[in-house]
């Protein structure tokens, strides 16, 4: 069955047909609900709602767009009620991301070399999670389904109810705050 | 150039590889001659570097079994008993 067959059977009630539907999305769902939310509890909450209101509204999915882009909104509106009540992290805009630097041979940014020299693997990924998870959901979100999800722009844009340009805006900021919090944590170690 | 700031949209954009070929000449020839935007450069591309190599995180022991439980019940609750 194709995707849209499967779609029409799970609706009239064929379970295989939806666990099928659900079966390439269940760990991506997962993992992206627990770098955004940086916990194993609220993730479970979120993986477990995503897909009981998928069986709720399966009947309301016109096919539209494809099953995966239909579920990552689900997933998009579960997650924005659950970070509604946390305080997060908001980004300024991005002019503020670049510090104020002399043109030419002065150079005031940090250089990284290799980050592995300086952190463990478990390390600067423990440092990325835990940054992530403090961010704003309107930038973590979209980051990290472009960079560790690999979802094209425009289908994040689709998942998340925005343009193209504000996805790519938010990205941005997104990825010089973290770009940003890593260089302090390496300025610290190379000091210290 | 003296001002870098203005830079900082398009060299995102230059790292991922998505600028024109004539914005994309317009930054090299930036970055030839200014040190931090090769560094900005460098480390930008380097954080999503690092975003994407580590393992992922397994998920929790007995998610699946919970989660088939979690369905089934309300797959019963909508479709009845009868299942196939
Ligand atoms: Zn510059």
């Known amino acids: ?192 | 150039m003296d001002n870098c700031r203005e830079y900082l949209e398009n060299l995102c954009s230059y790292v991922d590889g998505e600028v024109d070929d004539s914005v994309c000449r317009e930054i090299e020839k930036h970055l030839a001659g200014c040190p931090d935007c090769r560094i900005m450069v460098d480390t930008l591309r380097k954080t999503v570097r690092l975003c994407r190599e580590g393992k992922e995180e397994p998920l929790p022991e007995g998610l699946k079994a919970r989660m088939e439980a979690i369905l089934e019940k309300k797959w019963k609750e909508k479709f009845g008993k009868d299942e196939g």
Not at chain 1, 7 to 27: C, H, K, M, P, Q
Request: aromatic fraction near 10%.
């Open chain 1, 1 to 192: 069955m194709n995707e849209k067959e499967l779609v029409l059977a799970a609706r009239g009630g064929d379970r295989d047909a939806f666990n099928e539907l659900i079966s390439n999305y269940t760990d991506r769902i997962y993992r992206l609900a627990w770098k955004l939310s940086g916990n194993q509890e609220d993730a479970e909450d979120i993986f477990q709602e995503t897909f009981l209101k998928a069986v709720d509204n399966i009947d309301s999915f016109r096919l539209e767009s494809s099953f995966g882009t239909w579920l990552y909104s689900i997933a998009m509106n579960v997650m924005r009620t659950c970070f509604a009540k946390r305080k997060r992290m908001q980004l300024g805009p991005i002019e503020d991301y670049m510090p104020d630097h002399a043109n030419g041979a002065n150079s005031k940014l940090l250089d990284w070399g290799d980050p592995h020299d300086l952190f463990e693997n478990e390390q600067l990924r423990e440092m990325i999670d835990s940054f992530l998870s403090k961010m704003s959901p309107e930038n973590s979100t979209p980051f990290v389904l472009r960079y560790m999800e690999d979802m094209p722009v425009k289908d994040i844009a689709e998942v998340m109810d925005l343009s193209v340009p504000a996805v790519k805006s938010r990205i941005l900021r997104a990825r010089l705050a973290l770009r940003e919090n890593l260089t302090e944590k390496f300025r610290e170690k190379k000091d210290g």
